[in-house]
């Protein structure tokens, strides 16, 4: 009996810590967790089952490996905020799968997706035929985001809004998917009265209309 109510106080204590924890490392929906979440949200399960089950094995014990294992995941995060190359390679980055209708078959290679997993997760957004898809990005998260053919673009070529600047960064690939150059970019955003494209968060172009955020210092 004595056994079953430090059970159930362990319980209690682990189901309140965790969800502390979890709220301090901000809201992610399950799709949208990155490979750092998942080995972290793993990892303790796995120490707070532990501290659960074996009532020898003293409660901070458990507990201090789970805030440890938060502080890192905070601080990561903090990190890949400031610096865009590690969350790249934390986080990864989104693939264009499908662009004007046409699939990039060397993309689907990079990132090891083939036919089979494109058409299930089509089908899944009722979607059963690739004619209908004039853009389909691979997210960072695995999901799959389709953008629909209209009337207007079945009759001619559309442009999809890619962000053209991130975090100061000029991204190359997006810029030769819309066929436009760095040089002109540059030369279109100082006309806007923007000197340092270093100093736009994000920047995307769209029916010949700019979206600018600039960075907040």
């Known amino acids: 009996m004595d056994d079953l109510i430090v059970i159930v106080i362990r319980t ?29 949200f793993m990892m303790m399960a796995e120490v707070a089952a532990l501290g659960i089950e074996d009532t020898n094995l003293s409660l901070l014990k458990a507990i201090v490996p789970m805030v440890l294992l938060m502080v890192v ?19 990864g980055k989104p693939t264009i799968i499908i662009y004007n209708g046409k699939v990039d078959e060397k993309a689907m290679k990079k990132q090891r997706y083939n036919f089979n997993d494109l058409l299930m997760q089509l089908r ?18 695995g999901k ?4 629909k053919k209209t009337q207007q673009s079945k009759k001619e070529t559309t442009v999809l809004p890619l962000p053209l600047i991130l975090d100061g960064i000029i991204q190359q690939e997006n810029l030769q ?7 002109w970019l540059i030369k279109q955003l100082k006309e806007h009265g923007y000197l ?7 920047c995307s172009l769209y029916q010949g209309v700019f979206t600018i955020d600039e960075i907040d210092l």
């Open 12 to 40: 209690v204590v682990m189901y309140v810590l965790i969800f502390v924890i979890f709220r301090l490392m901000g809201k992610r929906e399950i799709g949208e967790l990155s490979l750092l979440d998942l080995v972290v």
């Open 196 to 202: 340092d494209y270093k100093k736009i968060s994000y």
């Open 144 to 147: 799959l985001t389709v953008m």
């Open 177 to 183: 998917y819309v066929n436009i150059s760095k040089e």
């Open 73 to 91: 995941q905070i601080t990561l995060a903090w990190l890949s905020l400031k610096i865009p190359k590690l969350r790249q390679l934390m986080d």
């Open 124 to 141: 899944e957004q009722s979607i059963f035929s690739l004619a209908e898809v004039d853009f389909a990005i691979l997210e960072s998260s």
